[in-house]
């Protein structure tokens, strides 16, 4: 069974870093797109960022500049540095694995970890 598991929220000031992990465990074999969605109170959940295996990135325009996903595949692994943070990048990460193949050969899609919260203080 593929699990989801984030961590590096917080609360941090305005212009502040975080950063974000998420690793992904079960008997995979590979995990073509990986990515990091928000959701802030009272908003839809948004694409925040994301990487496909082959490393080919893709940003929200509110975070370009400021955010960078990275991933590592022997580790199942995605990251997300997040700088200069604003008070707006305040709410709910989730992050995302996508087009999942286990080691018998069959693929899955969108799997979702718990999310983790990050609180940007002005």
């Known amino acids: 069974q593929v699990q989801l598991v984030e961590s590096g929220g917080g609360l941090v000031q305005a212009g502040g870093s975080l950063r974000l992990s998420c690793a992904v465990s079960?008997?995979?074999?590979?995990?073509?797109?990986m990515g990091w969605y928000r959701q802030a109170p009272g908003k839809q959940r948004e694409l925040v960022a994301a990487i496909t295996s082959g490393g080919v990135t893709d940003y929200a325009d509110s975070v370009k500049g400021r955010f960078t996903i990275s991933r590592d595949n022997a580790k199942n692994t995605v990251y997300l540095q997040m700088n200069s943070l604003k008070p707006e990048d305040t709410a709910v990460y989730y992050c995302k694995a996508d087009k999942v193949r286990d080691i018998l050969g069959i693929t899955s899609y969108d799997y979702w970890g718990q999310g983790t919260q990050v609180t940007v203080s002005s």
């Open positions: 079960g008997r995979i074999f590979s995990i073509n797109v």
